[in-house]
């Protein structure tokens, strides 16, 4: 029998916008919300209208907070086009002090913002991986600070890459990252996956190896992209990321004439060996957006956006996520039960 050539209309396998079903669409039972923002503009000396996508990291018992800034008035739905990374302490994780000064910025001839921070301690010291816009692109870039004054960059990807967050420790010799590329001419300039990279020195990255596609999320029919630094367990790397729907018939939703998208949180078990591997994934969304501050206020509704996860000693995992991107917000549930959702995915 003569085989049957698959025609080939082009690169992209994704699914069309249609198929994402709305029932998959709530939050896992483990979650449990803290019933208000962790941070708002309110906490920020300096001026400020949306404090979000915030890196997160508990080291000798505090905790460190690098949140974007984007700078305007939130009253008055204004934005300056203006973001800065703010820097934050707390002793619990929950009341943040926020530092007199931003931390990081940078707008020159070229670049034009950094933002997004995700924060990692390695080598004795702290690691941010941020996105940067440049007049030439969107690129991942990587910077390393020993007393979250002074930063030296290590690397900036080529366009257009973003997402990118660093593994706590080494794997095989290697410093390894999880990063989410942009292509705009193989995958219909939508479906962006989850992809890995490795280094030997936090400078030239290489081995770069897809980890997750959009079409293996089937809440997804946009894109996915890295959340926070991966959490080690003794079952394998446990990873958030954030996933993307949009509907068309979507209107105004937010400070936007309209707003078509809506991000939810996924989870998703790496192999401890070779992270590029998933070894367990839950099918359905981890958080999904729900109650005021998630689907009705702020920049842009249903935008839940992940950038830090921590595990407590007391198997406690602390998820921050932001929320209208205008406020970071914190849930929490027990690492066992997470785990348990990405090996057995709920019906
Ligand atoms: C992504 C990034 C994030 C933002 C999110 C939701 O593409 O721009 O900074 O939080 O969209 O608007």
């Not at 962006?192 to 030997?200: A, I």
């Not at 596609?213 to 446990?238: H, M, Q, S």
């Not at 249903?302 to 917000?329: H, Q, W």
Request: proline share 6%; aromatic share 12%.
């Amino acid at each position: 029998m003569e085989q049957q050539k698959k025609k080939r209309t082009g690169f992209s396998t994704a699914k069309p916008a249609q198929f994402v079903d709305e029932a998959l669409f709530t939050t896992a039972d483990c979650i449990t919300r803290y019933p208000e923002p962790v941070l708002t503009y309110k906490d920020v000396p300096y001026r400020s209208a949306l404090t979000f996508n915030a890196g997160v990291l508990k080291l000798n018992g505090k905790y460190i907070m690098i949140f974007r800034n984007d700078v305007g008035d939130f009253e008055k739905q204004q934005l300056d086009y203006e973001t800065n990374l703010g820097l934050a302490f707390s002793d619990d994780g929950i009341k943040w002090n926020v530092r007199p000064q931003p931390c990081f910025e940078i707008d020159d001839e070229e670049i034009m913002r950094v933002y997004d921070p995700r924060i990692t301690y390695i080598d004795g010291e702290y690691c941010v991986c941020f996105a940067v816009d440049t007049r030439h692109g969107v690129c991942g870039g990587m910077a390393v600070t020993k007393d979250l004054k002074n930063f030296e960059i290590k690397s900036i990807s080529v366009p257009e890459n973003r997402n990118m967050v660093l593994f706590p420790e080494k794997i095989n010799g290697k410093y390894v990252r999880l990063e989410r590329p942009m292509p705009v001419y193989s995958r219909d300039g939508t479906h962006f996956d989850m992809w890995l990279s490795d280094s030997p020195d936090l400078v030239y990255w290489g081995n770069s190896k897809l980890v997750l596609a959009t079409e293996d999320v089937p809440f997804c029919n946009d894109k996915i992209g890295p959340g926070a630094p991966p959490v080690k367990t003794d079952k394998g790397w446990l990873t958030i990321f954030h996933s993307v729907d949009i509907d068309p018939s979507r209107g105004k939703n937010g400070w936007e004439a309209a707003w078509r998208k809506r991000y939810v949180i996924g989870i998703a078990l790496l192999d401890l060996d070779d992270p590029s591997k998933v070894i367990g994934m839950s099918k359905r969304p981890l958080i999904v957006p729900e109650g005021y501050y998630e689907t009705e206020f702020g920049y842009r509704a249903n935008a839940l956006f992940p950038c830090g996860m921590l595990l407590e000693d007391d198997g406690t995992v602390k998820i921050y996520y932001s929320a209208g991107d205008a406020v970071v917000r914190l849930a929490t549930a027990k690492v066992d039960d997470l785990i348990a959702l990405c090996n057995e995915p709920r019906k």
